[in-house]
């Protein structure tokens, strides 16, 4: 029995591939436009994906008895996971904690679910098939960019439902996508953008070349139709940061050229996009103008910064210590938000508005699972964050696997932050999860494969 289970066991790492890859395309595509809560079919998908992932893990340990999850990033993460489970145990709204709300779905199951996800990519994909992982992802991410620009132009190629009574068939509004918003969209692209634009700047193969850069096209496409501006930040910064590590490793010399390309590419796509828009692009950029301005005001003026973003905020903070051990609840935020309807009046034109998100990732970790959850969190991504920062400047840049170690590191930057100005969602955060448990993977490699040489040399 044990012999079976053994020779089982070496498939285990190819049936999580398939699973993540399902992950990574299918559950990007799939999106209910005719459904108030477009995603429900997503947070289906996710769950399935969590179970038999979990089972999986459960064989790999049964058959390995490995102690691999021994990853100091682990122990806020299993605190962060436990806090949760607390969180929706104490909260006022249990009909909600689990399932989370209609329209968000991020209760417990798609939290935890999150977290299954991470050590999936982790523990259960082999080195030599994370290409495999990240084709599949940047292909459909493509696609997902490329449906985005056509809602950008007035094509709706979904036939969504749910999206006229939203836009009142404007659809040049505002872009869905397979998403459902377009700040998500945003949060999607410059996640997988970064990874784009590292792994051309890298590439040797020609064919690896033209993908990566096809790919990086269309999502910088995308990320540009988006209108997002902390995503178009998280991809600023980040490219920075990329930037840095080029000159700091001395690899600019090797690689300005596709630089300059690159960037002369995007430079036209903006172009061509913002002269055809009708001012929608002109009219982002100028409002970071106009925020300024408003930062100049008075308060009242100043509740409408960043779209409304500053007035939330502003009311969410005092909720971190109304609800300081255990949070509200997952997915409870709108219960709990101190709004009045002259205010939503004021600020977003609509009395009946509902804020159901605090529009800061780690001021809705604070509110609804607590602040010590929110401590645990932060401690797992510094942990990461110092555990890339240890190797980054040691790594082989025209390697076969570095590159990847350095993608997956950027492009997690990038959505962090992005996610100061933006919120979790069902449809985009399995996605940051998965690169994460990639990133982590590839680092332990390193290190065991570094320090394999130290020892015999």
């Known amino acids: 029995m044990l012999d079976k289970i053994k020779i089982y066991g070496k498939d285990i790492e190819d049936i999580e591939l398939i699973i993540l890859c399902i992950l990574s395309s299918f559950f990007l595509l799939i999106y209910d436009g005719k459904n108030y809560s477009p995603f429900a079919c997503k947070s289906q998908v996710l769950y399935l994906v969590a179970i038999i992932s979990i089972f999986l893990l459960f064989l790999k340990f049964f058959v390995e008895k490995s102690n691999r999850l021994k990853n100091t990033a682990h122990i806020p993460l299993f605190i962060y996971a436990a806090l949760i489970i607390i969180s929706a145990l104490f909260s006022e709204y249990p009909q909600v904690v689990y399932k989370g709300l209609p329209g968000r779905l991020e209760g417990v199951y798609a939290l935890l679910s999150y977290i299954t996800v991470y050590f999936a990519a982790y523990y259960l994909i082999k080195k030599e098939k994370i290409y495999v992982l990240i084709y599949v992802l940047l292909t459909f991410t493509s ?87 902390s995503a178009w930040t998280g991809t600023v910064l980040s490219l920075v940061i990329f930037l840095f590590f080029l000159i700091k490793k001395k690899y600019i010399k090797e690689v300005w050229k596709k630089l300059i390309f690159l960037f002369m590419v995007f430079f036209i796509i903006t172009f061509l996009i913002a002269i055809s828009s009708e001012g929608r692009i002109a009219g982002k950029f100028l409002a970071v103008v106009r925020d300024i301005k408003m930062i100049e005001a008075d308060s009242k003026q100043m509740d409408s910064l960043g779209s409304g973003r500053f007035y939330i905020w502003k009311n969410s903070i005092p909720l971190l210590t109304e609800y300081f051990p255990f949070g509200s609840g997952p997915d409870t935020f709108p219960f709990v938000f101190p709004s009045n309807w002259e205010d939503k009046m004021r600020i977003f034109g609509d009395p009946y508005v509902i804020i159901d998100k605090a529009h800061n990732e780690f001021l809705q970790i604070g509110v609804t699972t607590g602040i010590p959850s929110l401590l645990a969190y932060l401690f797992f991504i510094a942990v990461i964050m110092l555990k890339n920062q240890i190797i980054v400047f040691k790594l082989d840049f025209f390697s076969t696997y570095d590159p990847l170690i350095l993608a997956s590191f950027i492009g997690c930057i990038a959505y962090l932050v992005q996610s100061f100005f933006n919120i979790s969602v069902v449809s985009v955060a399995p996605v940051y999860w998965m690169i994460l448990g990639i990133n982590q993977n590839l680092v332990l490699k390193y290190v065991e494969s570094s320090f394999k040489e130290t020892s015999f040399s």
């Open 143 to 229: 696609i997902v960019a490329l449906i985005g620009v056509l809602e950008f132009y007035g094509l709706n190629p979904l036939d969504q439902t749910y999206k006229e009574l939203r836009v009142e068939h404007e659809y040049k509004i505002v872009i869905y996508s397979t998403i459902g918003n377009q700040n998500f969209i945003g949060s999607l692209m410059c996640l997988t953008l970064m990874i784009g634009i590292i792994l051309f700047v890298s590439s040797q193969n020609k064919y690896q070349k033209i993908f990566f850069f096809i790919t990086s096209v269309f999502l910088y496409s995308g990320l540009i139709v988006s209108r997002t501006r």
